[in-house]
């Protein structure tokens, strides 16, 4: 028996890409224009090919336009960004991927480096359980929060405080690593005095630091289990977590709350910031276009539009299995490389992508000034203290290890899943009016979503009625923190990890590159070793991004795009005569 939805609005659950279509149609010409600028060029030559125009490849774009090489940017989608940016919804602007911006360190520096400023508004955390919540403001609201723990969980006292301990331990590894800007992105050769005062003695203490984090990469669930049997305590945790994310980085993330920033305009502005300042340098970009096969001998490219570009170097920003595929290294002859790249591809084949996400962006027609005191502008919403104990994916298997057909079995798992899950929550007009209508309010709210049971339930179902089923019960639960929102909620639209599949390519809609489930990871995850993450077996072709190093975000984006433009533009140089370089 199919379950069916009615929703208590009119849901409109078009994707990311409709909206574009309806409401943003001046950029999406904008990219078909570039494309048309692009394909009609006479010489189809260029130093530096870059594949993925997110935030990796567009900082590598950046930096090797402003040297002053030849660059082609290729992306498949119509619009730059990646996940990163914003789109239109009747007049809201909306944030499609990241709710903020984390500096670590990294995002100033870059921008000082490359001479453009944006201006950031501040972007408050709030963590709430049922209705209680503790807001993020500085280093003692840790304190704040272990509070709202005993509170919720008061026989667990004892347990609470070794669980507080571990978190202020990873805190104090936070504040040396990203204690200075990162001397990647400062100018060179350094100051006499920055190098002696700054820079050596930062150096030291990162080192030891980092390699005490690293000894933490146990998965935080089991981790948690070891201080702990209140497995609710342990999920409420962690449940807004990836899957076995190590200790250290899902605890570093009580540091990152602090540092999280809010780009006025919306995301957007950073994506279009960095395309300016490429197409400035004459940098070009072609959107609405896909690599489909790489000539690595020849140093080719052919485009699925059956374009053909050639380059002195290649930086792939994309996802690692499409730049295997597209190698195409079956067809290549014998040889001590063709096997190391084949069995690259076969390894990566295996491997799971991280978990996905399911996002749901309500239009309600009521001021921001409502919301508010409830949960300001950013909010990681748990409605239940049970948390996720007791719910698992593997509720919904068979024998066999396959998801159930029993449709009605998966859609009473699901309403226990959001009923329990944690919900976050963004309200950009919070942080800046202007990107609301007056009198009207865009809430994007985001659960982790598997992508098998999605694309399970789309076979099985639709993905419209998944689409449908979903909002109905996430707003049941919202109305429990927003009183009364179902009633004035006018508009929603929802994506799925179908939707970001289909976005980006990436596998199995994963939304930070690889899961820390594989074993062994397949891509690097040591600080120390981050310089070495943008190589691979081909010396013309660097790799940037999610893809290459984790844990992944916008500053990883940003650091593995530097650094693969450094790696690139040193081998550019090797080739040239000594005169011009």
């Not at 859609?411 to 919900?423: A, D, E, I």
Request: hydrophobic share 40%; net charge negative.
């Amino acid at each position: 028996m199919k379950f069916r939805a009615k929703l208590p609005v009119e849901a409109d659950t078009g994707e990311m890409e409709k909206c574009d279509r309806q409401n943003g149609m001046a950029q999406l010409f904008a990219g078909f224009a570039m494309s048309e600028e692009v394909v009609a060029l006479a010489d189809n030559h260029f130093n530096v090919i870059i594949v993925g125009a997110g935030m990796a490849g567009l900082t590598s774009a950046a930096y090797l336009t402003q040297s002053g090489f030849r660059v082609l940017l290729v992306e498949k989608h119509n619009k730059n960004g990646g996940l990163l940016g914003s789109f239109m919804i009747d007049g809201h602007q909306v944030d499609q991927g990241a709710r903020g911006i984390i500096d670590s360190g990294i995002f100033a520096p870059m921008m000082k480096q490359l001479g453009f400023e944006i201006e950031f508004l501040p972007n408050p955390v709030r963590l709430a359980i049922g209705d209680s919540h503790v807001d993020f403001k500085d280093k003692s609201s840790i304190e704040d929060y272990g509070n709202l723990l005993k509170k919720t969980y008061p026989g667990n006292l004892p347990e609470i405080d070794i669980i507080l301990k571990e978190i202020k331990k990873v805190m104090e590894y936070m504040d040396v690593l990203y204690g200075i800007e990162n001397p990647l992105f400062m100018s060179k050769p350094y100051d006499y005095e920055y190098m002696l005062k700054t820079l050596l003695p930062w150096t030291v203490r990162f080192v030891y630091n980092i390699r005490k984090a690293m000894k933490l990469l146990e998965p935080i669930n089991d981790h948690l289990r070891r201080i702990t049997s209140n497995e609710s305590l342990v999920q409420i945790i962690t449940q807004h977590f990836f899957e076995s994310t190590p200790t250290f980085f899902a605890l570093s993330y009580f540091s990152l709350y602090l540092d999280y920033q809010y780009p006025k305009g919306s995301t957007q502005v950073v994506v279009d910031k960095m395309v300016d300042l490429i197409r400035k340098n004459n940098g070009e970009i072609a959107n609405g276009q896909e690599v489909v096969h790489i000539d690595a001998d020849n140093r080719k490219i052919r485009l699925k539009e059956g374009n053909e570009y050639t380059y002195d170097q290649m930086i792939w920003a994309a996802d690692s299995n499409l730049l295997y595929k597209c190698l195409d290294a079956g067809n290549w002859p014998e040889s001590p490389l063709k096997d190391e790249v084949t069995k690259k591809q076969e390894f990566l084949s295996t491997k799971k992508g991280a978990d996905s996400v399911l996002t749901i962006y309500f239009i309600a027609d009521q001021s921001p000034e409502r919301f508010k005191p409830i949960s300001g502008p950013h909010v990681f919403y748990t409605p239940s203290p049970e948390g996720l104990s007791g719910i698992s994916l593997s509720d919904l298997l068979d024998g066999k290890g396959r998801f159930t057909d029993d449709l009605e079995r998966i859609y009473s798992w699901l309403k226990s899943y959001v009923r329990q899950n944690t919900f976050e929550i963004s309200i950009p007009a919070l942080r800046d009016p202007s990107l609301s209508p007056p009198g009207e309010t865009a809430l994007i709210v985001s659960i982790l979503f598997d992508y098998g049971l999605a694309k399970h339930i789309a076979e099985l179902d639709s993905h419209d009625n998944l689409k449908k089923v979903i909002t109905e019960m996430v707003l049941a639960e919202l109305d429990g923190y927003f009183p009364e929102l179902s009633g004035h909620v006018v508009k929603t639209v929802v994506t799925t990890p179908l939707t970001i599949e289909g976005k980006t390519n990436n596998t199995q809609g994963s939304l930070t590159g690889w899961s820390f489930a594989n074993n062994p990871f397949p891509a690097e995850y040591r600080f120390l070793k981050v310089s070495k993450s943008v190589l691979t077996p081909i010396d013309t072709i660097k790799q940037a991004g999610q893809w290459a190093f984790n844990p992944a975000g916008v500053p990883v984006a940003i650091l593995t795009g530097k650094l693969a433009a450094d790696a690139v533009i040193k081998d550019l140089k090797k080739k040239k005569p000594k005169e011009e370089v």
